[in-house]
């Protein structure tokens, strides 16, 4: 079974611009939730989508969306890039039910912000 | 506020030597935990979970030990092999429906041949 697919892998913007990365799941997973990756926050919760509803928001500002598609496909958004947005954006699927299932994370997308 | 917490940022063992990875949390609503091991330049990857009703759970050369009434977790390697050497990640979340993974900062692990 494939795992989690993230794409691109490595993005480079300026700031002002926007980004949309993409990321689709393991066959079967519903659920696909974005993190961010910073050295100084660690990894950090963004949301998560089900059945292509947002079901779960971290504390982040309105310039980072998502969606997620019929197919269980997402992307998430950045508008209006800042110099702090520079991080690995990682993806993870699980299946759908309760958050009792383990998460599969997809290899990241690495963005960086000039 | 960190609800999670890996005091130790790097551990080094030998090889065939028990390697332990401790993790702290504050939310008494978490009851569902999980380790992930990281290489540099690819995603987390998991290693193993536990919910509140245990106290352990083993898989392999993994086990996972949670003492809910201190808040602990902690992770055994046994034995501990070179390819062990990566970052090690506690994470978190209150089940149900709640898919929010709280993580730790990792511990860097490294076993030396």
């Known amino acids: 079974k494939a795992g989690v697919t993230q794409t691109p892998r490595y993005l480079i913007k300026t700031r002002g611009q926007q980004v949309t990365l993409s990321c689709s799941p393991i066959s079967g997973h519903r659920s696909v939730s974005w993190y961010q990756q910073t050295p100084g926050q660690g990894l950090q919760f963004l949301f998560e989508?089900?059945?292509?509803?947002?079901?779960n928001k971290g504390n982040f500002p309105g310039r980072f969306s998502g969606r997620q598609f019929s197919n269980s496909r997402s992307e998430m958004n950045v508008s209006t890039l800042e110099l702090g947005d520079s991080a690995l954006y990682l993806c993870?699927?699980?299946?759908?039910?309760?958050?009792?299932?383990?998460?599969?994370f997809g290899p990241g997308t690495r963005l960086t912000v000039l | 506020d960190q609800q999670v917490k890996q005091n130790s940022p790097s551990l080094s063992v030998q090889e065939g030597r028990i390697s332990i990875l401790n993790c702290d949390y504050t939310?008494?609503?978490?009851?569902?935990f999980l380790w992930y091991k990281k290489y540099p330049a690819e995603g987390p990857t998991f290693l193993i979970s536990?919910?509140?009703?245990?106290d352990k759970n083993e898989d392999g050369r993994f086990t996972v030990f949670l003492n809910k009434s201190a808040k602990h977790l902690s992770l055994h390697i046994v034995p501990s092999q070179p390819g062990d050497s990566a970052v090690y990640f506690c994470?978190?979340?209150?089940?149900?429906?709640?898919?929010?993974?709280?993580f730790g900062k990792g511990t860097l692990l490294t076993v030396n041949p």
């Open positions: 993870a699927s699980s299946l759908a039910g309760t958050g009792y299932n383990e998460q599969f």
């Open positions: 989508y089900f059945s292509e509803t947002q079901r």
């Open positions: 536990i919910s509140s009703i245990k």
């Open positions: 994470a978190a979340n209150s089940g149900g429906s709640n898919y929010k993974l709280t």
């Open positions: 939310n008494s609503m978490f009851d569902y």
